[in-house]
């Protein structure tokens, strides 16, 4: 069995252990409380995976995430327009990912530490401009109206609801999740398109795995890992935009809770693949959303306490990380600045 195959077969019994688990509307709730939970997943592991992809390694995204989401909420609480706070989370997600970029593109300074102080940034500054700005501890008043980002009934999804079996997957669980839940799905195929299918995405694996043999071809190795690291910077910050003004209702000190970390986790198991990470986002979204519903899971001759479920993607996350999925193994040239032979 390849990957991609053992991936279905996984996320296919988890699904099968939550119908079980509980009645159908039960097992619906779950499994769409499991896609929005994934998308902000999703979009930072897209994000790592084209940084990673052309060498950049960044353990940065839990901080560009946690920007993002300060940003975007404060600027949908001001303004009262959500589209507008997505804009400002890109852009602070974007000012971060050019100070990476300043560190371990053009200064080659070390990527990892370059990571670390980008998440400490962030957790100081989103605070202490919180406290100042609003005098909440932190945090930003709650998002109503047009702040946030509503969920949208697709087409004929009312007229199909009755239709055995098709009818209650497209209309409860296609359908009803904000523009954000979409645009993460759609990325997928997207990025699959972009990095094996265009020159730029030939060009950026290129980087990644030999930069000398790019930069004989005459092919500017600074601005293709720059490029890399934007698209980082958009992802993380669209990612963040959707926990503060579609997820949750505004900011919170630390929401991002980890996300950052077990995106990366999850960019690990896929192998640094596209469609592999929407597989293995899913299955972290999925274990989430299993807490969720059963915070106290009782099994009969034994009830799983809460503190264990709640722990569930973050067991998860140190389970991949210890190398118990196959060895994973990353762009050659990743982790390392590119020093021009003269």
């Known amino acids: 069995m390849n990957l991609k195959d053992s991936f279905i077969a996984i996320i296919v ?52 995430m946690l ?29 971060l990912s050019l100070i990476h970029g300043l560190a371990s593109i053009t200064f080659k300074g070390n990527q990892l530490i370059s990571g670390v102080a980008i998440n400490f940034l962030a957790s100081g500054l989103t605070v202490l401009v919180g406290q100042n700005a609003f005098g909440l501890g932190g945090r930003t008043p709650s998002l109503t109206g047009a ?57 950026l694996r290129a980087v990644g795995e030999n930069p000398a043999s790019v930069d004989t071809a005459g092919v500017s190795v600074t601005r293709l890992r720059y490029a890399a690291v934007a698209i980082c910077g958009v992802l993380t910050g669209i990612a963040g935009a959707y926990l503060a003004t579609a997820l949750s209702a505004g900011f919170v000190k630390e929401m991002t809770a980890g996300r950052g970390f077990i995106a990366l986790a999850a960019l690990i198991f896929a192998k640094w693949r596209p469609w592999q990470a929407l597989f293995a986002t899913f299955l972290f979204g999925l274990l989430e959303a299993i807490a969720n519903l059963y915070p106290n899971l009782d099994l009969g001759f034994v009830t799983v306490p809460s503190m264990f479920m709640n722990a569930l993607p973050y067991i998860l996350t140190v389970v991949i990380l210890a190398g118990f999925v196959g060895r994973a193994v990353p762009p050659r040239a990743g982790g390392e600045p590119y020093v021009k032979e003269r």
């Not at 609480?77 to 804009?87: I, K, V």
């Open 13 to 64: 019994l988890a699904i099968c252990i939550l119908w079980a688990l509980a009645d159908g509307p039960a097992a619906q709730q779950g499994i769409g409380s499991a896609l929005r939970l994934m998308t902000p997943l999703l979009l930072a592991c897209l994000a790592g995976l084209y940084s990673e992809r052309a060498g950049v390694f960044d353990i940065g995204l839990e901080g560009k």
């Open 67 to 95: 920007m993002a989401a300060f940003t975007s909420a404060s600027v949908a609480f001001l303004t009262g327009s959500a589209w507008l706070g997505l804009a400002a989370g890109i852009a602070g997600a974007l000012v």
């Open 147 to 203: 702040g946030r980002f509503n969920p949208i009934t697709l087409p004929f999804a009312d007229a199909v609801r009755d239709m055995p079996v098709l009818g209650p997957i497209y209309s409860g669980l296609v359908s009803g999740h904000t523009i954000l839940v979409y645009v993460a799905f759609a990325l997928v195929p997207l990025t699959w398109w972009v990095l094996f299918r265009t020159r730029f995405g030939l060009r």
